[in-house]
């Protein structure tokens, strides 16, 4: 089987699964039909696939990740080459682009508090990425761990903020996917909004330490929709992983700070140079 023909039996597949949309006509074009099948993907509750269609599904994203380009550590350079001069330097380093093609031991999803992902049709946001290109085992995990924890905690438990989630990485290069919810912003910018943030650096490198995972990419965590300042974000990541990496210098072989847009480059570089 193909790509087209993958494409093809996924999209059938997952009309026929959704009773809301089994009347959807399928576009005739290949683009149009990757965006329905992302759509449908994006849309769908968390539980399990048929095996079969698993498979396809499985043998799909692998070959548009593929395609994509994955992106090893050894493709990124560490600040070191560009002359910065910070302490950990031979092992931090700032990569723009799509976290998704990063072979990693784990790379960090910004997620909301219910811990499912975004369920919103094509949407941009770096927890839709990751959990469509992960493909539909990931929420299904998520909604296992969240029906655990609710069991302990209560029916109306919520993911705390800067508690962090550890999923396997299912279809995606990196093994591992570490979800944590990232402070909000909706007003003035406070020392304890700082901390929650500066807590969820700091939570994922202990969860990377106590797993045995030496390579972590991080997201620009609670930026965007969650309005913390990109800027004084970068300051916070920066400072709060070299002084975790003070406290145990041989832990990590490399941090990653993922950024996807110019200005948050900038900044990086700027903490880092």
Same mark, same amino acid.
Not at 149 to 171: F, H, I, S
């Given at each position: 089987?193909?790509? %087209?023909?993958?494409?093809?039996?996924? &999209?059938?597949?997952?009309?026929e699964?959704?009773?809301?949309?089994?009347?959807?006509?399928?576009? /005739?074009? &290949?683009?149009?039909?990757?965006r329905l099948?992302r /759509?449908?993907?994006?849309?769908?509750?968390?539980?399990?696939?048929p095996?079969?269609?698993? $498979?396809?599904?499985?043998? @799909? *994203?692998?070959?548009r990740?593929r395609?994509?380009?994955?992106?090893? *550590?050894?493709?990124?350079?560490?600040?070191?080459?560009?002359g910065?001069? =910070?302490?950990?330097?031979d092992?931090i /380093?700032?990569?723009? #682009?799509?976290? &998704?093609?990063l072979? &990693?031991?784990?790379?960090?999803?910004a997620? %909301?508090?219910?811990?499912?992902?975004?369920?919103v049709?094509? =949407?941009?946001?770096?927890? +839709?990425?990751?959990h469509?290109?992960?493909?539909?085992?990931?929420?299904?995990?998520?909604a296992?761990?969240?029906?655990?924890l609710r069991?302990?905690y209560?029916?109306? @438990?919520?993911?705390?903020?800067?508690?962090?989630?550890?999923t396997?990485?299912? %279809?995606?290069?990196?093994? $591992?996917?570490i =979800?944590?919810?990232?402070?909000?912003?909706?007003?003035?910018?406070?020392?304890? *909004?700082?901390?929650?943030?500066?807590?969820? @650096?700091?939570?994922?490198?202990d969860?990377?330490?106590? %797993? #045995?995972?030496r /390579?972590?990419?991080?997201c620009?965590?609670s930026?965007?929709v969650?309005?913390?300042?990109?800027?004084?974000?970068?300051?916070?990541?920066?400072?709060?992983?070299?002084?975790?990496?003070e406290?145990h210098?041989?832990?990590?072989?490399?941090?990653? !700070? +993922?950024?996807? $847009?110019?200005?948050d480059?900038? !900044?990086?570089?700027?903490?880092? @140079?």
């Amino acid at each position: 089987m193909d790509q %087209n023909e993958r494409l093809a039996c996924l &999209t059938k597949q997952f009309i026929e699964d959704s009773v809301q949309y089994r009347d959807l006509t399928v576009p /005739s074009d &290949t683009e149009g039909r990757k965006r329905l099948l992302r /759509s449908l993907m994006n849309i769908r509750m968390p539980k399990p696939l048929p095996a079969a269609v698993q $498979k396809v599904q499985d043998a @799909y *994203l692998q070959e548009r990740i593929r395609r994509n380009g994955i992106v090893t *550590l050894t493709d990124i350079p560490v600040i070191a080459e560009a002359g910065s001069t =910070h302490l950990f330097a031979d092992r931090i /380093s700032v990569w723009q #682009g799509d976290i &998704t093609r990063l072979q &990693t031991d784990a790379i960090v999803n910004a997620a %909301n508090s219910q811990m499912l992902g975004c369920f919103v049709p094509m =949407h941009t946001c770096i927890d +839709n990425c990751i959990h469509t290109f992960a493909g539909v085992q990931l929420r299904a995990e998520c909604a296992r761990q969240m029906r655990e924890l609710r069991m302990k905690y209560g029916d109306d @438990y919520e993911q705390p903020t800067a508690v962090p989630m550890l999923t396997e990485g299912y %279809n995606l290069p990196a093994k $591992k996917v570490i =979800h944590i919810v990232g402070p909000i912003v909706s007003g003035e910018l406070t020392e304890e *909004l700082e901390q929650d943030l500066a807590d969820c @650096y700091t939570n994922v490198l202990d969860l990377c330490l106590a %797993n #045995g995972l030496r /390579s972590v990419a991080f997201c620009c965590i609670s930026t965007g929709v969650f309005r913390f300042p990109n800027r004084r974000a970068a300051g916070i990541a920066v400072q709060t992983v070299t002084d975790w990496q003070e406290e145990h210098p041989d832990a990590m072989e490399r941090v990653i !700070f +993922n950024v996807f $847009k110019d200005e948050d480059r900038e !900044f990086y570089e700027q903490e880092l @140079y």
